[in-house]
């Protein structure tokens, strides 16, 4: 299964491969910058992945999602996360394999197949 999860995971380690200095700042240090904005929108286009892909699996399962905003709030919390993570670790290996557990641990039941 390719879900737009692990599509989103291995996007953002190549970002990381590629831009490691500048994914810091924009995720930990944009906050009254001219990026801010970009993280802003990177958070609203997760958010809008979860409520078109994400949450329809969840129904799936029987969980019913009342309320939009909770799209919002796992896609922010998400961010913080990867946030945490670039923060403390400067090794490159080890910074790609904490994203894809990160990833697979924060989003597992989305990445199990819903029957």
Wanted: aromatic content about 12%; glycine content about 6%; charged content about 20%.
């Amino acid at each position: 299964m390719n879900s737009f999860i692990q599509v989103f995971e291995r996007f953002l380690v190549n970002v990381y491969q590629i831009h490691g200095i500048e994914l810091a700042i924009l995720f930990g240090g944009s906050k009254g910058s001219s990026l801010e904005q970009a993280k802003k929108n990177i958070i609203l286009l997760i958010a809008q992945r979860l409520r078109q892909e994400a949450f329809p699996r969840i129904v799936k399962k029987g969980i019913i999602v009342q309320d939009d905003y909770l799209s919002l709030v796992i896609a922010t919390s998400f961010i913080e996360g990867i946030t945490l993570i670039l923060a403390k670790y400067k090794d490159r290996e080890k910074t790609e394999s904490l994203f894809t557990q990160f990833t697979y641990i924060y989003f597992k039941d989305l990445l199990i197949n819903p029957n």
